[in-house]
C-alpha cells in the first residue's frame, strides 16, 4: 500500500447572509496560506445551488475577481491543500463535492485518517475504486469520508433539513486520526473535530454572522472576533435559527505540539496562548539549557526568529542577522534547472557576510526536519567567514513520521530517525548542537497543563497507526521520490 501523503491544510468556513462569504473565504484563505500552498478552493452556497471553485496554486493565483464575483451566497467554506511529496493534481484540490440526491454538501478536510482501509472495506469497496490513479492517498481519505456521509443520508429528505448532520453523526465515530472538517449543504455551515483535536479549529463571530477557521490569525483578518475553540469530538452546526453543538465523542484533547513549533503562525493563540511569546519562551529555554560562549545569535528566516530573540535575550548575547530570506519564496516556486541547481538554497537565504566574518555564531532555527536545507545553510555561513558555528533547535529531534496530517515525509528521509546528536553534529558540519528538551518545550508553550501529541518526537503514536506502513521504513523506499539539492519538498518554506 503507497502510504498517505498526509495534508496539515487550512480550513476556513463562513455563514454571514448579505455579507460576500466568497471574499471572506478568499481573505480567509490568504490568512491561512502558510497551511497550504498547492491548491486553493472555496464552495458558495446560496440556499440553492452549491459551487465550488477550486485549482492548483496559491490562493491568489487561483482567485481573481473574475472568478469570486460568481459565487454568490450567504455561507462557504474554503480549503488550502499542503503540498505533498507525492502526486500534485487538481484532483487532490478541496473542497471535495458530492451530490445525494437532488441534495448535496462539500467538505473540507484537514488531517488525515488512519482507518481508510478499514472504512472503506465496511463500504464494500477498494479504496483505489474511488481515485484509481492515485490509489490510497489523502485525495482518497477525504473522498471516502464523503462517500460514507453520502451513504449514511437518510433515503427521504427530512423536513428539517438535517440530513447532513445525521449522517454526520453516524460517520464521525467511525473515523480514526487527525481531521478538522469544514461542511456546507445548501443552508448549513458545519466544522468537525477529532475527539484528540490534533489540529485546530477556532469559532469567530463576525456581525453578520460566523466564522470557523484552522487558527485564530485568520479571524483578525477577515474581522472576527474569537468565540471559542471547536471542541475536541465536537460538531457545531450553524444556520438560520442560530448555532448548535454535539458532541459525538467524548474530548480528549492532544494537540499537535509542531503547530507551537512550527506550523502555525506567530499571530495565532493556540489552547489561548500566544504562538508568537511561546516561541521567544522556547528559544530562552533553550539558551538555560544549552549555552555556549559566542558574539551573534542568528535565526534561521523565518521560522527561526522567535526563538532566536529568546535565546538572545535569556542569554544576554547581541541577536543580529546572518542571512536574509527571499519573501516570495513559496511552494509553487519553479524548481531550478539542472544548471542551476549551485544556487541551491541561496535562492531562499543569502548570507551577509559583514555581519558573519569572523563571529562566533549561534545559529538558532525551530527544528530540522531532513537536514537538507540545514546543512546547505551552515555551509554558506562558514564559506561566508563565521568563526565558529552553534546550531540550537528550539524543538526535540524530529524522529518519527505523522500519521495524523503533518506532511514531513517517511522515516528514512527524517534526519534524526536513526542518527544520534552528535552524529547530526558532525553531518551539520556544526561546532556544537543541542535541541530543546520535550520538558522545556511544553513548557515554554504555556499551555503546559494541557496535553500534545509528541508522536514526531517521541514516537508515540496515541492513535494507532500501521505497523507495515513504508512511511515507518528506516530504508528508504525502491523509488525515491525526485529532489534537488535545497529544494526538498518539505523545506521548501524555511
Ligand atoms: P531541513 O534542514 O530539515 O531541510 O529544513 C529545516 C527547515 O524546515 C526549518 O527551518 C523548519 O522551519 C522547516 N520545517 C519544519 N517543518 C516543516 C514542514 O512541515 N514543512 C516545511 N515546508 N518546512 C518545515
Ligand atoms: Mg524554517
Redo the contacts with the bound molecule.
Keep these: 500500500m503507497s502510504e498517505p501523503p498526509g495534508h496539515?491544510c487550512g480550513v476556513f468556513g463562513v455563514y454571514a447572509p448579505g455579507q460576500s462569504v466568497a471574499h471572506l473565504a478568499y481573505l480567509g484563505l490568504f490568512a491561512l496560506q502558510h497551511r497550504g500552498q498547492e491548491s486553493a478552493g472555496i464552495a458558495v452556497s446560496d440556499g440553492e445551488t452549491i459551487t465550488v471553485v477550486k485549482d492548483m496554486g496559491l490562493v491568489t493565483q487561483v482567485f481573481d475577481e473574475r472568478r469570486l464575483a460568481p459565487l454568490q451566497g450567504h455561507l462557504a467554506i474554503g480549503h488550502n491543500r499542503y503540498?505533498t511529496t507525492g502526486s500534485s493534481s487538481w484532483r487532490n484540490a478541496q473542497p471535495v463535492y458530492r451530490s445525494v440526491g437532488d441534495a448535496g454538501f462539500a467538505l473540507g478536510h484537514n488531517g488525515n485518517l488512519t482507518n481508510v482501509l478499514e472504512l472503506s472495506d465496511a463500504l464494500g469497496m477498494l479504496p483505489g475504486m474511488l481515485e484509481p490513479e492515485l490509489g490510497l492517498d489523502s485525495t482518497t481519505d477525504s473522498a471516502l469520508v464523503a462517500e460514507l456521509i453520502a451513504h449514511e443520508y437518510p433515503p427521504e429528505p427530512r423536513s428539517d433539513g438535517r440530513d447532513l448532520e445525521l449522517a454526520l453523526e453516524r460517520v464521525l465515530p467511525r473515523l480514526r486520526g487527525g481531521f478538522s472538517f469544514v461542511l456546507l449543504d445548501d443552508a448549513r455551515l458545519i466544522g468537525v473535530r477529532d475527539e484528540h483535536g490534533f489540529w485546530p479549529l477556532v469559532l469567530g463571530r463576525i456581525e453578520a454572522g460566523w466564522v470557523l477557521a484552522s487558527e485564530s490569525a485568520a479571524l483578525d483578518i477577515v474581522g472576527a472576533h474569537y468565540v471559542r475553540d471547536v471542541e475536541p469530538g465536537e460538531m457545531v452546526v450553524i444556520d438560520a435559527s442560530g448555532i448548535r453543538s454535539h458532541h459525538y465523542a467524548p474530548p480528549t484533547p492532544k494537540l499537535c505540539l509542531?503547530e507551537f513549533v512550527?506550523?502555525s503562525r506567530p499571530d495565532t493563540n493556540l489552547y489561548g496562548k500566544s504562538v508568537h511569546l511561546a516561541r521567544q519562551r522556547m528559544g530562552e529555554e533553550l539558551a538555560r539549557q544549552a549555552p555556549v560562549a559566542a558574539d551573534m545569535v542568528m535565526p534561521?528566516p523565518e521560522?527561526?526568529i522567535p526563538a532566536a530573540q529568546g535565546f538572545a535575550r535569556a542569554s544576554g548575547i547581541p541577536y543580529g542577522d546572518g542571512l536574509v530570506k527571499n519573501r516570495y519564496v513559496g511552494?509553487t516556486f519553479i524548481e531550478p534547472t539542472h544548471q542551476l541547481r549551485g544556487a541551491g538554497v541561496r535562492l531562499k537565504l543569502n548570507p551577509l557576510p559583514e555581519n558573519i566574518r569572523g563571529k562566533r555564531l549561534i545559529v538558532v532555527?525551530?527544528?530540522?526536519?531532513?537536514?537538507?536545507?540545514?546543512?546547505q545553510?551552515v555551509a554558506m555561513l562558514r564559506e561566508a567567514g563565521a568563526a565558529e558555528v552553534h546550531f540550537r533547535v528550539s524543538s526535540p529531534p524530529?524522529r518519527w513520521p505523522c500519521f495524523y496530517g503533518?506532511?514531513?515525509g517517511r522515516r528514512s528521509e527524517l534526519?534524526a530517525a536513526d542518527l544520534s546528536v552528535g552524529e547530526i553534529r558532525d553531518y551539520l558540519g556544526v561546532d556544537s548542537l543541542a535541541y530543546l528538551d520535550l520538558d522545556r518545550l511544553v513548557a515554554a508553550t504555556g499551555a503546559d497543563g494541557e496535553a500534545f501529541c509528541t508522536a514526531c518526537l517521541t514516537g508515540d503514536y496515541l492513535v494507532p497507526v500501521p505497523e507495515a506502513d513504508t512511511k515507518l521504513a528506516l530504508e528508504s523506499p525502491p523509488e525515491p521520490i525526485a529532489e534537488l539539492d535545497g529544494f526538498?519538498?518539505?523545506?521548501?518554506?524555511?
Design positions: 496539515a503540498s509542531f512550527y506550523f534561521i521560522s527561526g511552494r532555527d525551530d527544528s530540522i526536519v531532513r537536514g537538507t536545507t540545514t546543512r545553510v524530529y503533518m506532511d514531513t534526519l526538498a519538498p518539505t523545506s521548501a518554506e524555511t
